[in-house]
Nanobody, 115 residues
Framework: QVQLVESGGGLVQPGGSLTLSCAAS????????MGWYRQAPGNQRELVAR??????NYADSVRGRLTISRDTAKNIAYLQMNSLIVEDKDVYYC??????????WGQGTQVTVSS
């Protein structure tokens, strides 16, 4: 069984920084991509950032402020969040896709940006 466990969420002031982590464990076949999505109540889940062996892509709203990275040896993905704004407040979900077309999600971690 595959599990994704996120950590690092919390409360931060506007302009502050947070680092989210996502650790994948279990019977993991070859990973194609890891990513971060976010969702506000009543809204659809939206892509924040995604990383593959070919590189990373970002939502326009976060490009230049958030950075995704991955430790392939440990199956951990990170999201470095800088210059946070109030609009970044959401539940952030980690995702993992394998070459076998398996898709997995974490349980989510809350990020709140408020003064």
């Amino acid at each position: 069984q595959v599990q994704l466990v996120e950590s690092g969420g919390g409360l931060v002031q506007p302009g502050g920084s947070l680092t989210l982590s996502c650790a994948a464990s279990g019977s993991i076949s070859s990973i194609y991509a890891m990513g971060w999505y976010r969702q506000a109540p009543g809204n659809q889940r939206e892509l924040v950032a995604r990383i593959t062996n070919d590189g990373a892509n970002y939502a326009d709203s976060v490009r230049g402020r958030l950075t995704i990275s991955r430790d392939t040896a440990k199956n951990i993905a990170y999201l470095q969040m800088n210059s946070l704004i109030v609009e970044d407040k959401d539940v952030y979900y980690c995702s993992m896709n394998t070459w076998k077309r398996e898709d997995y999600w974490g349980q989510g971690t809350q990020v709140t940006v408020s003064s």
